[in-house]
């Protein structure tokens, strides 16, 4: 008994330094139960309990499609593990307030390979996918920027390697090819 304490104990501390919240679906009622956390995330009314398709209208038009199937994938996995692991956008009921989630989950099966319930977490991720979304502008701006300078330096490189050779100074047309080589790396 004093074991089995500690390990619930050992878990409780990891969902919440982890910051996750957690859920879980009995499959024959259809009905979700979600800690605060989950709540949170989802945009629900504290101690709300939900049907599964009401969950689901929480879910971003976007992402609701790749969310379902996901589900239903992880459903029909039988004893093969029915993993879960998603990302997706939640939005607040007044529609103001979108938060990406991921969302980790696992089936359960009985003898028969039948789901009889699905439970798992879900992590508030939307500081990862804005400082990813910085990233990713950033280096589209910087790779934009480089390729104006680049392309000519190496329109110079071409004509004075074109010029060189017509002198019949194979070195520094050589030397020129190889830095056109590198800009073409560039």
Known sequence: KRQLK?????????????????????????????????????????????SHGDSLKHIH??????VENAIKNSLLQGQLGGKYDAEFRT?????KNVRWIRSKGQAYFDERKKPYRFSGTV???????????QKD???????HELKTPVTSIKAYA?????????KGDIKAAGM?????AQVNRL
């Open 6 to 50: 500690e390990t619930e104990e050992r878990r409780r501390f990891a969902i919440e330094s982890g910051e996750l919240g957690t859920w879980d679906l009995d499959i024959g009622t259809g009905m979700l139960k979600c800690d605060k956390r989950c709540q949170d995330l989802y945009g629900l009314s504290t101690g709300e309990l939900v």
């Open 61 to 66: 038009g976007d992402d609701r499609n790749a």
């Open 91 to 95: 939005v607040s009921k007044d529609g």
């Open 123 to 133: 992590m508030d991720i939307t500081v990862q996918k804005q400082l990813q979304q």
């Open 137 to 143: 502008n950033f280096l589209g701006i910087a790779s």
């Open 158 to 166: 071409q004509v004075l390697e074109s010029i060189f050779r017509n």
């Open 176 to 180: 020129l090819s190889k830095l056109n």
